[in-house]
């Protein structure tokens, strides 16, 4: 199992794209940030097999909180921890509250076929 901490949360999806493909100038800022945090962190070959990925979400209150914005991470993550983000097979999504700084931690596991 691999393990990643992010301390860039994704951005809402609502603010991904101008119409249905253009990023927008956030967007793709925010994901470049991810995806230079996780390569820091991941020194391994890209996962190529089916994956199940555990997200816990940090944040310091309840408001504005979605935990459906993970189509920004798990683009981020696409030639730096996996080779498509098709491969994601299973995930469990968990929010946690209470804590002083926003920040996402990741568990990546190859899934057995």
């Not at 994956?51 to 683009?75: M, S």
């Not at 498509?84 to 299973?90: K, M, N, Y």
Request: proline share 4%; with cysteine; hydrophobic share 35%.
């Amino acid at each position: 199992m691999e393990k990643l901490t992010l301390s860039i949360t994704p951005i809402s999806t609502n603010k991904l794209y101008i119409g249905k493909k253009i990023l927008t100038d956030e967007a793709r800022k925010n994901k470049r940030a991810m995806a230079y945090e996780a390569s820091q962190q991941f020194h391994r070959r890209l996962f190529d097999k089916p994956v199940g990925v555990n997200l816990h979400f940090f944040y310091p209150d309840r408001r504005c909180n979605d935990i459906d914005n993970k189509k920004a991470l798990y683009d981020a993550l696409t030639n730096v921890v996996w080779v498509d983000d098709r491969l994601v097979d299973e995930e469990h999504v968990f929010r946690h509250y209470g804590f002083p700084e926003r920040r996402v931690e990741l568990e990546i596991y190859e899934l057995q076929t």
